[in-house]
């Protein structure tokens, strides 16, 4: 039986900025949530993920939020939104549609292949072997882990996820890629 994960809309709006390989540029917080800026690394498209924190209305997005993100991609050009949140109204979900603006919530992200997800997940923890011990382990004897397998998280994570995409277990991926950004976060801070 497979361990169900829930990610955070935040968490969602992480993974598909990796995923999707967009270079967020900016991370800038409002009164109703948060606006990423991102940088869509091969078309070179500018991207609005509009994350709505949960609170107003039990956690639904309504039309008036749809359109005033409708305003803002057009007054700061932006070439796509997506829109993030808990839940939301038919109407929104009808304007989201008429703008072009993909929805994220609770219980909808957009499709994550495997295999993009495990890159991701991969590239944050060469970062974050680059970042502890300066290099990225060529082979499985070079890793300073390597003999005491539990005195590196980054190691766990790493074994734990390559042997989730193995069997194609997403949600387990997904939990992985929620811990290694964790840990990845905490380490660009210091």
């Keep these: 039986m497979e361990l169900q994960v829930k990610l955070s809309i935040e968490d969602k709006a992480e993974l598909l900025m990796a995923v999707r390989n ?67 109204t038919e109407a929104a979900e009808q304007e989201m549609t008429q703008q072009n603006i993909q929805r994220i919530s609770e219980d909808y992200m957009p499709p994550v292949a495997s295999d ?12 974050l072997c680059k970042i502890r011990c300066g290099e990225v382990p060529k082979t499985e004897t070079d890793c300073k882990a390597y003999s005491n397998i539990h005195s590196c998280a980054v190691r766990i994570i790493s074994d734990n996820a390559a042997f989730h995409y193995e069997r194609g277990w997403i949600n387990l991926l997904e939990h992985d890629f929620k811990k290694i950004t964790s840990i990845y976060e905490t380490m660009k801070l210091h």
């Design 116 to 127: 993009r997800l495990y890159l991701a997940i991969n590239d944050h923890v060469c970062d």
């Design 22 to 88: 967009y270079k967020c540029e900016e991370r800038k917080k409002w009164d109703d949530g948060i606006d990423f800026t991102a940088l869509d690394s091969s078309s070179q498209e500018r991207i609005l993920l509009r994350l709505i924190e949960p609170g107003v209305k039990a956690g639904f997005v309504g039309i008036d939020a749809v359109k005033k993100m409708s305003e803002v991609m057009k007054r700061q050009d932006y070439d796509k939104g997506f829109l993030i949140g808990k839940r939301f």
